[in-house]
């Protein structure tokens, strides 16, 4: 028997990988292939490397068929579905942080969480000005920072107006929504 906490294997690379590395898709009623990216559906998981251009090429060469014996039949939109998905996952963390008060926004609150070490990590705007990127680039020193979502898409999951730069605290719920983030830039980068 299987214990939770194994490694899997992606159907489409062979490799054997913790399943944080890897995104969860199962069966529903009528075989349809689904994401199950939080682990609660019912049935028995199908993996797949956490990789855009891994997740096309499993649709492309119809790789949940041969892995359900014939069974699975992925729609054609799974990736962007897949990608929509992580993608609301990481915003609905950035909104939890911001409800728990564990980020700052702004560029010299960042700047000044950054300087006095008090910041995780820092996510900036992907449309934020070349100059505004430098300056907190300079801030952040050793500090991941992420840019995966427009001005316009931070400001509807912080609740405000024009959030261009957020300093996350050092704290669990950073940790939670850090890992996310690395999730979704992960499948989009790789």
């Given at each position: 028997m299987k214990r939770e906490d194994e490694d899997r294997k992606c159907i489409v690379t062979g490799e054997v990988k913790?399943?944080?590395?890897?995104?969860?898709?199962?069966l529903i009623?009528?075989?349809?292939?689904?994401p199950d990216f939080?682990?609660?559906?019912?049935?028995?998981?199908?993996y797949v490397s956490n990789s855009k251009k891994i997740l096309q090429q499993a649709l492309d060469k119809n790789f949940f068929a041969k892995a359900t014996?014939?069974?699975?039949?992925?729609?054609?939109?799974?990736?962007?579905t897949a990608e929509l998905l992580l993608k609301r996952r990481g915003l609905e963390m950035i909104n939890l942080a911001r409800k728990a008060g564990d980020l700052v926004t702004g560029?010299?609150?960042?700047?000044?969480?950054?300087a006095k070490g008090k910041a995780a990590?820092?996510?900036?705007?992907?449309?934020?000005?070349?100059?505004?990127h430098e300056k907190i680039k300079a801030a952040a020193g050793d500090l991941k920072i992420f840019m995966l979502y427009s001005v316009e898409e931070?400001?509807?999951a912080l609740n405000r107006v024009n959030t261009v730069h957020a300093a996350f605290l050092k704290n669990e719920m950073a940790k939670a929504v850090y890992q996310e983030l690395k999730r979704y830039e992960q499948f989009l980068n790789s």
């Open positions: 913790p399943k944080e590395e890897l995104l969860r898709f199962t009623p009528g075989n349809k292939v689904v939080m682990k609660k559906l019912p049935g028995r998981g199908i014996r014939g069974k699975a039949q992925a729609l054609p939109m799974l990736a962007e560029f010299e609150k960042v700047r000044e969480a950054a990590f820092i996510l900036e705007a992907s449309d934020a000005g070349a100059d505004g931070l400001d509807t």
